[in-house]
């Protein structure tokens, strides 16, 4: 019994004795200067990075092709971004300033300007340096009016279209509908076909127009027209009946216009007509002619029929 407990001390003795050899084989770097501080761990070494690429500003102005005069106003500036992957590039940045300046990271770029329909493009690439370019467009104007032989016609009662010819089609592809007259149209540098509408019938003029780059083109379509007043009456000169329905037709039997009222006003083109007047269940007709430049009234006697 006295041997047991004897041998078991001296193991107990023996391994009190291993603990710090153990200890002292786990920790190979041990802590010198107390357990507050933490023991140092091996990580991967620290590279210092480089400086971020600097932005610079991008200054951009556009002149007229051809005779270098400065555009000032009228002007829409893109900036997109040129990664060549073969996808839709993506806009960046926007102007509508003469001299617009843009703070770009160095890279490849697309600069545009839109001038009204006519444009122009350059490739730049900033490198974190401030740069400045110049876009050439090449554009003039078109300026339209309307005349009946020395008259001019009213802004109001005019409309026009303007179309790029193509092939044999001069009216192959619409530029803009719906221009005022005396509206300014900015355009790239070529020919093209106007067709003039005035009032909202057949009095219609076509021609067709040069447009030089950092020229005005102002051109006046002549119409060979006239204003007619429609009117059903009792006997020439009486009083016109309210709520009668005209149709003025061609000769053929086309109609062209169609109104109601009392005296109604039609602008035609010049030529043969016929006028039909409808009031209460009767119907009545009327052979006239328009001659260019005379307006004048167009009265449907109510006879008998």
Request: include cysteine; aromatic fraction near 6%.
């Amino acid at each position: 019994m006295d041997v047991r407990v004897v041998g078991w001390r001296r193991g107990a003795c023996l391994l009190a004795a291993l603990a710090p050899a153990a200890a002292a084989a786990q920790d190979a770097f041990p802590n010198r200067l107390g357990s507050g501080v933490p023991s140092p761990s091996i990580t991967a070494p620290a590279f210092p990075t480089g400086p971020a690429e600097a932005e610079a500003s991008l200054t951009l102005s556009a002149i007229l092709a051809g005779i270098g005069e400065p555009l000032r106003t009228g002007l829409a500036w893109r900036i997109y971004d040129d990664r060549g992957d073969g996808n839709r590039p993506s806009i960046v940045a926007r102007s509508t300033d003469p001299e617009p300046s843009f703070r770009l990271a160095p890279g490849p770029y697309v600069a545009t300007v839109t001038y009204g329909f006519a444009s122009a493009s350059k490739r730049i690439t900033m490198a974190g340096q401030p740069q400045a370019d110049t876009l050439r467009v090449s554009a003039g104007a078109l300026k339209l009016s309307g005349a009946v032989g020395d008259q001019r016609i009213a802004p109001a009662q005019l409309a026009f279209s303007v179309f790029v010819p193509v092939g044999t089609n001069s009216e192959g592809r619409l530029v803009r509908s719906g221009v005022k007259a005396g509206e300014l149209i900015r355009l790239p540098e070529g020919t093209y076909h106007v067709v003039s509408t005035y009032g909202e019938s057949n009095a219609i003029q076509r021609a067709d127009l040069k447009v030089e780059n950092g020229k005005i083109t102002d051109a006046t379509l002549n119409h060979r027209a006239a204003t007619v007043t429609l009117k059903l009456v009792a006997a020439p000169g009486a009083e016109a009946f309210a709520g009668t329905a005209f149709s003025v037709l061609t000769p053929g039997g086309d109609t062209i216009r169609e109104a109601i009222g009392a005296f109604p006003q039609v602008t035609l083109a010049e030529g043969d007509y016929v006028l039909i007047a409808r009031h209460d269940g009767q119907v009545y007709t009327r052979e006239f002619k328009v001659e260019s430049g005379m307006d004048r009234d167009i009265e449907v006697v109510a006879k008998g029929s």
